[in-house]
């Protein structure tokens, strides 16, 4: 086993074995900041090619400084390595693992088997945010990783936590626009990760289509999506949920259609909402805590808006109105000739 610590808490601790755990265990906003998505051009495979801005500039992602940017994830990413919000991310989550999810250190530890990574094997994290998820499974499993997100400030800041943690040769960072035909050759990937992200992305069966032309036979492929209606929803409630930008609202039959037409094998779907109700009342508790703090930093309309949208993203949780799915799937093939010597994975279901 291959241990070593590395400043922030990333712990690399992979071995030949892998990891043994299962799972088991734009909405038009004029006026203010804010972005909505344009049909009207075209460009993509799902004919959605970008983004108006409240000046009316279509932001379009193939500039490789994109604009699509919200305040909530300016206000995330711009302070995400300053102490106080690692403090929050402690806090809330009790680890901080460098997310802007609802994942948690031990949710992700039981998403580890069913991705069968280990050295030699490589790893895409689609909208990684700022990469601590990815770094973090990188560093247990000994894979490398590449995280790709619309965001520049996400990946810089992704980028300068690789570099913190002694980890560039194996884990790049690269913005790119996930709604889009990605730029990697097809079986590229032992296995896809997309963490509290998919429901950005506007068209659930092109983009599941999209990874499954990138992933290797065998190749495993793991999401969650956060905004699963399955209760009903006040269209204010929907508003505050969806400020953030683009979001797409599905159901689970939904999900289990795109992998059923996209020929993925099911390996296993599980409702995670619990987690995404206590890491949202979590976080909103260790920033009320930080209050005067907080406003200081990002102004009194974002610090409320932010506490609101997690006290309703809390709620809805909490009532099984909005709910959080994690899905995981296999791209057929043989495995056999790539699979990690000696590994050993108890599947739950
Ligand atoms: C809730 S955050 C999750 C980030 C990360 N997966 C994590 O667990 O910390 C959602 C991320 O999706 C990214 N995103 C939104 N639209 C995207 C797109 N079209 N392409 C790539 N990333 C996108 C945002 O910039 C943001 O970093």
């Given at each position: 086993m291959a241990q070593g610590t590395s400043p922030g808490g990333i712990t690399q601790t992979h071995t030949a074995r892998g990891v043994d755990d299962g799972i088991g265990t734009a909405s038009r906003v004029t006026g203010r900041r804010g972005l909505r998505q344009n049909t009207e051009a075209s460009g993509t495979r799902s004919g959605y090619s970008g983004y108006l801005l409240e000046d009316g500039a279509v932001g379009h992602?193939?500039?490789?400084?994109?604009?699509?940017?919200?305040g909530h994830y300016n206000t995330n990413y711009g302070n995400f390595q300053k102490e106080l919000y690692s403090r929050i991310r402690r806090d809330a989550?009790?680890?901080?693992?460098?997310?802007?999810?609802?994942?948690?250190a031990e949710e992700q530890d039981s998403f580890l088997?069913?991705?069968?990574?280990?050295?030699g094997k490589r790893l895409l994290d689609v909208a990684?945010?700022?990469g601590g998820p990815a770094l973090r499974i990188a560093a247990k499993t000994g894979c490398s990783v590449l995280g790709i997100d619309v965001h520049p400030d996400a990946i810089s800041a992704a980028s300068s936590l690789a570099a913190e943690h002694r980890m560039v040769g194996l884990a790049e960072f690269r913005v790119e626009d996930a709604a889009r035909s990605l730029s990697f050759p097809d079986s590229s990937f032992d296995a896809i990760t997309c963490i509290d992200?998919?429901?950005?992305?506007?068209?659930r069966r092109a983009v599941v289509s999209e990874w499954v032309r990138l992933l290797k036979p065998a190749g495993r492929l793991l999401f969650t999506d956060a905004?699963?209606?399955?209760g009903p929803l006040t269209n204010e409630e929907i508003a505050i949920r969806t400020y953030a930008g683009f979001y797409l609202l599905t159901t689970l039959a939904c999900n289990e259609e795109a992998l059923r037409q996209c020929g993925l094998r099911k390996l296993a779907i599980k409702d995670v909402t619990q987690t995404m109700a206590e890491s949202a009342h979590r976080r909103k508790a260790a920033r009320t805590a930080y209050e005067s703090e907080l406003r200081a930093i990002e102004g009194d309309h974002t610090y409320e808006t932010q506490q609101n949208f997690l006290a309703v993203v809390g709620r809805l949780a909490q009532e099984r109105r909005l709910s959080r799915f994690v899905f995981a799937a296999e791209k057929p093939g043989d495995l056999r000739k790539q699979e990690c010597a000696a590994i050993s994975v108890t599947e739950a279901t």
């Open positions: 992602t193939s500039n490789p400084e994109p604009r699509l940017k919200s989550y009790g680890d901080d693992i460098g997310q802007n999810s609802w994942l948690t088997s069913r991705l069968k990574l280990c050295p990684c945010g700022a992200s998919i429901n950005h992305l506007p068209d905004t699963v209606v399955t």
